[in-house]
């Protein structure tokens, strides 16, 4: 019994100790927010939270906070009901630690920027409103979530407002996600109107629905996690500054389609239809985001992609019924991808600038620590045995393999662990090692503990988080045990395949043949020609129509056609027809009378 | 000095020079190992030489032409573009905060009166650049020719004691990084 009250306790705790910088400023005149306070804010409600995940772990108590409602007039309220369950128990300390440590590193990153403590208050409003969306029990409150992420996204992607193409990725990102929100918005509707609750606990009990709803969490999911269709914001939401990349569209933004998915599955359980649909639209977002990542040459787009492939990934699972497995790979992926984005903000920084990994080469020697924290985030990315991605990446493959599904969707799942072996090395080999392509006059710097600390301490947590959930938390499911010996390799074999092809490539690049052009290298370095055929047709199209309609269904059809004209124009039509009876002569005139008066005859008779 | 004016069309000289650092900087992207790079760099400069005593403008244009289109062909998707450039991570990135002088002139006075000395000091400054303001407009009108100006180049000033014209536009123009 005392379990649940520490537990409520300490929660609600952990969330009001977030809540701090943004109310403190607002009551007391002398309290000025600074970044390491911020800083140090998020990193007290870090290890407050462990108190409740712990409890969680050792008694498997949950709670549900339900009915404290924000009273806004007579009709409107805000229903706040916390779930804590073993999904947000787990996500509170992962986020928190995550952005304490992103919290760390921006206060080197963004040291020279004016408006830093703008900037970090920022970060911890999205971290609210993502806090929120997690812990969320009820669908209202999930959606206040799901649209602060949205607006903070927006607002930090365009950070640098006085740059065009940041403007226009903070418009996309911001258009594909309201995209996704019509999806969320037609499933909440229907649940408004067939259960008469918003509440996850009374709405998910019931176990059969109809394929419309969630159709539109399906859209949700694939406008917030940027799976294929609307997945070109990603790549574009790299405009903005890294911190902001590791937080929002790598560790926490991009997955709560996918835990959208997570809360809901009681609903999608027992649709196939719908777990097919999950499964093929996944296969298709991994292997297409792995494709586009091979030929980058802008060290962050990689690390963007190869985000996008890794929510496909995680869609996959969903589309196999497997919700627990796919958030222990939220979970494990936060902590790799984070460190990644990290480990490239310092060697963007410390190269004033350059992005490119054409101008990098031989970090190894100049930047130790940071590219063995590189390289440690890569083989976690890649599935290594026992690092973190392996615990979620080898499941899900063999899962896979081993049920009687799409098998189109395992082989392009396959093809997509091979290319992110192959991207990851491609990525290594030519950021780390060889001669150095960068300006010889460039000074450079990692010996900061806002740098090597959370780089560190992320590394640490991509090398033993999968065996800590692992260890510590109950399968709901049983995986499968008995496999042949080759399908139970088969994410190790294509990912050593991928090796093999990449260390086979960059010997070619060394070679003296000039390279080309060629359709494969087209296709991927323009990201399948997607952006140009969906941002320029569809609106030129709608842009054509709207003229039409607005010039000639206006002016010409109803002002002329509708008018004077077209009535002009049928008696002109009647008077051709009837122009050959006028002839002149008496006898055709003799006959049309007397047709004329029969046909009066024949009508009153 | 010594420098002259833009045309309206680009010689023939510029435009091979143009080609040629494109076709190296597109290379540049291609062939990423500086040893591959200086390789295939020595073959091109080596096709540019040969061609290079041409006399015959119509022929050396046939060559120009052949040359852009083959450069079109072998384009690199993705060329690299210095962070600075346009186009590149970092450009205009710090355009949000580089705010006109003018505004200066708005602070509150209890802000002003943070800095005397500086605004002291600003508005000798402005005084002389309302004293000198007619004499460059006049010294402009003077120099520009009845249909237009021909070159954006300000010309300096000619007289005794008078500043360039537009001198003070230059003069408070924002730092390339206002930090």
């Known amino acids: ?605 | 000095v010594g420098q002259r004016a833009m045309a309206a069309y680009l010689t023939h000289q510029q435009r091979v020079l143009r080609l040629y650092k494109k076709a190296l900087r597109h290379l540049e992207s291609w062939c990423i190992y500086r040893d591959k790079y200086r390789y295939f760099a020595v073959l091109l400069r080596d096709r540019f030489d040969k061609n290079k005593d041409v006399k015959d403008m119509v022929k050396a244009t046939q060559l120009l032409r052949a040359g852009e289109e083959e450069f079109w062909a072998n384009q690199h998707p993705q060329p690299y573009i210095f962070p600075d450039s346009p186009g590149g991570t970092s450009y205009e990135r710090y355009e949000c905060y580089k705010i006109p002088e003018w505004c200066l002139d708005f602070w509150h006075p209890s802000e002003k009166a943070m800095y005397p000395d500086y605004f002291a000091k600003r508005e000798q400054w402005k005084k002389l650049q309302r004293e000198s303001w007619e004499k460059e407009i006049k010294q402009l009108e003077e120099e520009t020719p009845a249909d237009g100006p021909k070159t954006e180049a300000l010309p300096p000033a000619r007289k005794e004691g008078h500043l360039p014209p537009l001198w003070w536009q230059y003069v408070t123009r924002p730092r390339e990084i206002p930090m």
């Open chain 1, 1 to 605: 019994m005392e379990h649940t009250l520490l537990l409520n306790t300490s929660v609600l705790l952990t969330l009001m100790i977030i809540l701090t910088p943004i109310l403190l400023p607002l009551t007391s005149k002398n309290f000025q927010n600074s970044p390491t306070t911020i800083t140090h804010t998020v990193k007290t409600a870090f290890l407050m939270s462990l108190v409740p995940t712990t409890l969680f772990m050792y008694s498997g108590s949950e709670s549900i906070t339900s009915h404290l409602e924000w009273k806004f007039t007579t009709n409107f309220k805000i229903p706040l009901s916390f779930k804590m369950d073993q999904y947000s128990l787990m996500f509170l300390p992962i986020a928190l630690f995550v952005t304490w440590s992103i919290l760390q590193f921006a206060t080197w990153y963004m040291s020279t920027e004016p408006h830093i403590t703008k900037f970090f208050s920022y970060l911890l409003t999205f971290l609210i409103a993502m806090l929120t969306l997690t812990t969320a029990n009820n669908m209202f409150l999930l959606f206040i979530g799901w649209e602060g992420v949205g607006i903070m996204s927006f607002l930090l992607i365009g950070w640098w407002q006085g740059r065009a193409e940041a403007n226009t990725a903070a418009l996309q990102a911001v258009l594909y996600n309201r995209i996704g929100d019509i999806g969320l918005i037609l499933s909440m509707t229907w649940l408004a109107l067939t259960m008469n609750t918003w509440e996850i606990q009374q709405a998910f009990s019931h176990t059969q629905a109809p394929t419309l709803p969630l159709l539109g969490l399906i859209l949700a999911a694939t406008g917030k996690s940027a799976q294929f269709g609307l997945h070109p914001w990603l790549p574009a939401a790299m405009e903005g500054p890294t911190p902001v990349s590791a937080l929002l569209h790598s560790s926490t933004m991009v997955v709560a389609g996918i835990f959208l998915l997570i809360r809901t599955h009681p609903l999608l359980a027992s649709n196939q239809a719908a777990l097919t649909l999950c499964l093929c639209l996944g296969a298709l977002s991994t292997l297409f985001a792995a494709t586009c990542a091979l030929t980058q040459n802008d060290i962050k787009k990689i690390i963007a992609f190869s985000t996008s492939s890794q929510l496909g990934l995680m869609m996959v699972t969903i589309g196999l019924n497997l919700p627990q497995l796919a958030f222990l790979h939220i979970s494990t992926h936060a902590f790799f991808k984070a460190m990644l984005f990290l480990c490239s903000g310092s060697i963007i920084h410390n190269l004033n600038g350059e992005q490119d990994i054409r101008k990098m080469g031989s970090m190894q020697k100049i930047l130790p620590t940071t590219t063995s924290c590189l390289t440690i985030g890569n083989l976690a990315l890649m599935g290594t045995p026992f690092l973190a991605g392996f615990f979620s990446k080898d499941p899900i493959i063999e899962n896979l393999n081993t049920s009687y599904l799409n098998t189109w969707a395992l082989l392009l799942t396959l093809m997509a662990t091979s290319f992110t072996a192959t991207y990851s090395l491609r990525m290594t080999v030519l950021v780390q090692t060889g001669s150095t392509r960068m300006s010889s006059t460039t000074l450079t710097n990692e010996n900061n503990q806002a740098i090597i600390n959370p780089i560190t301490r992320l590394a640490l947590g991509s090398i033993t988080a999968g065996l800590l959930i692992t260890s510590y938390t109950l399968p709901t499911k049983t995986p499968p045990m008995t496999m042949p010996m080759s399908t139970k390799t088969a994410a190790l074999l294509v990912t050593i395949l991928g090796i093999a092809l990449a260390l086979e490539l960059s010997n070619m690049t060394h070679m003296l043949t000039h390279p080309k052009q060629n359709t494969p290298l087209n296709f991927s370095s323009s990201l399948g020609y997607f952006n140009p055929l969906t941002h320029r047709l569809s609106s030129t199209n709608l842009l054509h129509t709207g003229q039409k309609i607005a010039s000639h269904l206006i002016d010409l059809s109803w002002y002329k056609k509708m008018g004077p004209e077209g009535l002009a124009n049928l008696q002109l039509m009647a008077a051709k027809t009837s122009i050959n009876l006028h002839t002149g002569l008496i006898k055709t005139y003799l006959e049309s009378f007397a047709l004329s008066i029969l046909i009066i005859i024949l009508s009153l008779h």
